[in-house]
């Protein structure tokens, strides 16, 4: 169906109803519950999965395919984020020119970017991307502050021309259909969200999931995989891997930049801090967590990622105390004092340890960690064959 | 002219960390064939290590002085370091004063120890998987060291003072015959130089004039041929591992006073010693210390202002801006060999 | 503001006749921050020799520092903030600056607006060093006396201004919230338009309707030269009176444009 | 005319003649091999007809266009198709995956992008690929991880990827080297029906003179980078130019 072998479009399903259900599975936990706080069925979160599981969607087309590992994709995501601010302030408030801008604009970076970054590999190549994105984002604080307007970001101001705004609202709006607007739905103790912004960037998570599916099955995906396996073997069979390899990082950039300009939709503002290279640092880290040339993996490791940081970084001590008030004092203070290195302020710390205990163990990320769990209980055994030749590619 | 010469010495100085922390990100690397990302932060550890002996020479007893009142109005707490009490208030304070060239015999064993131990827990397990398993794992390690400095330490800058007989500036220009004030540059950091020179000058010495280094030199050759000889190359590779974070520890212990040590400072320099690494070429470890320098000096120069308004913004991208060029028109960096890390 | 509350102080240390040169740096904060330092003190009679931009993630000054003896300025404007702050101020402490005599005068450093925690990272450094605060421990009002000693018993330190501003931040919300009746943010806001208030430590405090400044005293500080403990790294020199620093809404430099219209979100 | 023709070609690297004044010419729809002691300049050679290095002087001309200059995947879109010393395969693909690429590359070109459509629908190359496995007897392997397979599995498959390909000339580098007897064997049968059911040419570098005499029709014997003799198998053997050749290599 929709051209996909039945084991794909059964992994495009369930990818579309966790996305369309999200604000129903994040916020399962009633609202007055101790539990609730682990919740994550609020908008800006879950706004953040989509537009990262995007980011990370067409990362993995690069990295996950062909293996060049660019430290410097964030400077797409700054760019569609400028690019989309940029049309909210000439035309107007519609989403729909921003976004499709910030595709083109990105789209335009990566090609001069990959043109000249690809013609090195290994680190050469990631120290050459690494290079451009930190000159991206240091010129856009300064030099660049006219069109970036530095450390304020970039946003609209009543006073930009917005040529096509006339009596249309004054936050990003799908013609007329407000990103903020939400409809709230109690049951019982529940209490359920369901935001436009989130489900169009839902929407637009679950087309980019069935092009990358399209791409990964395609003569176009073999190849980038071939290009990952055996260079030399590929030239010597008559094909050339410099235009495939920027296909890949183009197409990948493109991603980058949908990623920006839905942040700026969701959000009109953009900012240089967007573009650091530790920005970039952190979708290599999603790839890998979820498990890096694996379909579903790298949605998982931004979900992951993103959740965690929000959950972890608000855990306080106070919270602490409530939780293990259960045990003995001296036991209580031990456990807290512990665990709050890890919780809080301390949550870096946490994904820093969580990063290497996934590279040491688990190199195919919690995609092989799922599928050694289900080999452990004597489920799947028979699909791993078949898994391992048709989604899970480990990273190397 | 003079300030030729004051950018000349300015690189040379910035260029002195750069190459050191070069020069152990390239000892693993031409040895282990690690790339190791964790490097900037032994950097970081071993200002840390000077900011610790600081503290604990300080440490303290209190006594309340009940004449005077702190700024809740209550007895004040006078504290006074025990090393006043052992060694009488003069040589009490000129111990404290001197805790930074202290700290480098304490960073010696700890970082020593520090390098055997990731090498034997964590890179042993790395050498025959992909680069870029071990750039992340490294990386991941960066930042669990990093946070458990800032859990310690707080996120803060921790001034850590050069010993006051090297504080303040020496008149360079008055010694090369230009008027007072114009060629003006910090003791410390001459000493800075002198140290990293000192360091750089042992490490090659120790790789051309010893066995130890012969084996090491010809293992980072070739590493297959050297370990049929039955030679016990790994056992020599832990040590060099433990070699390059003591260079990576050394070169932050002296860098604390330069600036006050915080617990970013390692990935601060790590993407530009990188750079310096890549450009210099893989595996080379002249090809290291040239390139910090050079980065250094044009850094420096980058800075001026007659440059800076011929190309306004230059001085924030030409470090990147040159690594670009030089990979591009010297693939392998100014002196890698071929078929380094091309894969 | 802070330079409206600094140029009378700093006639006052070091006269009229200076030469200042400026490092800035290279960001939106940075260069208004100069452009108001340097009218401030162009109005004293003072020069500027130079204003040098410096990149914001730069960590080692001493390139741009290396200049400012040969240029023939007698004052370095360091127009930092932070980590920026604490790295240059200490660079430059390390090249003698502030043990060198140039035109006949004593070399000075100026920091127009710093914080104890910036103070405190740069240690020995800050001694001398002239800049302005929001808001001080040392201050002697009752509210000022209250909070520092309340904050002082629970953590056994004076309050930074920092800690000062999140308190009296959280106070005035709600505040504002309980006279506004409602958490609507347009109704927040203009429960604070024009909101004059007294007894948080700072003085009379004004949110002006009209453009959403805040107008209160500020404080000159020196960094201490015989700080008595660690918590007396700086000291008050002076605390400018409020009037002495609001400018007219549409003042040239300080115009923020206009509010536009308020939108309360969803 | 052969179909590949060399001519004067002499490279040098610094102070060493690698390759001085090379002549050959290869028949259409023969067999030709390249013997030679070590640092005859064998693969030197080889490596010029591929595009992995340039000729300082000389042509080197393959079905009357010059392949000088071409970079490697352009002279496999001229014909020509090389197998490895060691096997050079797609390790992290399948059999049948790595049988796909040849096949793509010979539709469509060096580059052309086919980024949306399954690579399962590719109904016409899967046919071919799966004919191409069984004429070498590999399709039972074709869902398996092709670097896991034995060394002489993925010759085979090195060697079915360069055939499914139809190239006009096959080139070999020692595609024995490292064989036991019984692969080699199995080698030289697959490599005999190759020559007696299709229409190919092939240049062959062989050291194993019981390869190089069950298969060649023509031989040239190449010694300090200058070709010594070209002719007829059984004229080469007991050749004295040739024996004093080899004999001087073992002094």
Known sequence: MLGLNKKDFSLLIVVAALAFFAPIILNIFPKDSALSFFNGGYPDLMQRFAIFGIFAIGFNILFGLTGYLSFGHAAFLGVGSYAAVWMFKLLSYNVVPAIILSVIVAALFSVVIGYVSLRRSGIYFSILTLAFAEMSYRLAYSVLTPLTNGETGLQVYTNDPQILKGDGPSVPHLFGLEMRARTELDIGPWEFTFPVGYYLCAVILVISFYIAIRIFRSPFGLTLRAIKSNQNRLRYTGMNPKPYMLTAFVISGMYAGLAGGLLAAMDPLAGAERMQWTASGEVVIMTILGGAGTLIGPILGAGTIKYLENVFSKMNEGLLHQWFSFLPDFMEDGVIWVVSKFTGEGWHLMLGALFMIVIIFLPGGLIEGGQRLMNAIGMGKKKDEQSNSAKSEPAE | MGSFILQILNGLDKGSAYALIALGLTLIFGTLGVVNFAHGALFMIGAFCAVTLSRMLSLSFEEVDPTKTDFLGQPLVVKTPYVYDWFGPEAGAAIIDWAVPLAILMAIPIMIAIGFIMERGLIKHFYKRPHADQILVTFGLAIVLQEIVKANFGANPVPTPAPTAFQGSFDFGIWLGFDPNIIIYPYWRMVYFAFAAVIIGGVFAFLQFTTFGMVVRAGMADRETVGLLGINIDKRFTIMFGLAAAVAGLAGVMYAPINSPNFHMGMDFLVLSFVVVVVGGMGSLPGAVLAGFLLGILESFASMNEVKSIIPGIDQIIIYLVAIVILLTRPRGLMGRKGVMED | MSAAALAPVLQKLYGNERSAYHLTADYTWGWTQQESIQAATEALGWKTVNNVLTPLAQTDFSSYIAPVLNSGADVLVLNHYGGNMVNSLTNAVQFGLREKQVNGKNFEIVVPLYSELMAKGAGANIKGIVGSQNWDWKLEDEGTKAFVKSFGTKYGFPPSQAAQTCYAQAMLYADAVERAGSFNPCAVAEALEGFEFDGLGNGKTLYRADDHQCFKDVLVVRGAENPQDEFHLVEIVEVTPVGQVTYAPDHPMFAGGELGQCNPGA | ?251
């Open chain 4, 1 to 251: 005319m052969g179909i590949l023709e060399v001519k004067d070609v002499n490279k040098r690297f610094g102070g060493l003649k690698a390759l001085s004044d090379v002549n050959l010419s290869v028949q259409e729809n023969t067999v030709h091999a390249i013997i030679g002691p070590n640092g005859a300049g064998k693969s030197t050679l080889l490596n010029c007809l591929v595009g992995k290095l340039i000729p300082d002087t000389g042509s080197v001309m393959f079905d009357g266009k010059s392949v000088l200059g071409r970079k490697p995947f352009e002279i496999n879109q001229m014909g020509i198709s090389r197998v490895f010393q060691t096997p050079e395969i797609f390790g992290n693909l399948t059999v049948m995956e790595n049988m796909m690429i040849p096949l793509l590359a010979k539709r469509d070109g060096a580059y052309r992008l086919h980024a949306i459509e399954s690579i399962d629908h590719e109904k016409d190359l899967v046919e071919t690929a799966e004919q191409m496995l069984k004429d070498v007897n590999m399709i039972d392997k074709r869902n398996m991880h092709s670097a896991s397979m034995s060394r002489g599995d993925k010759r085979r498959l090195e060697m079915a990827m360069c055939l499914v390909q139809n190239p006009k000339l096959l080139l070999l580098d020692e595609p024995t080297a490292g064989m036991a007897r019984a692969d080699t064997n199995n080698t030289i049968d697959l490599l005999k029906e190759i020559k007696a059911t299709r229409d190919i040419t092939i240049a062959i570098i062989e050291h194993d003179m019981h390869v190089v005499f069950s298969l060649a029709d023509r031989i040239t014997v190449l010694a300090q980078g200058t070709p010594l003799v070209e002719d007829l198998p059984e004229n080469i053997k007991g050749h004295p130019k040739v024996q004093e050749a080899y004999l001087g290599e073992a002094h």
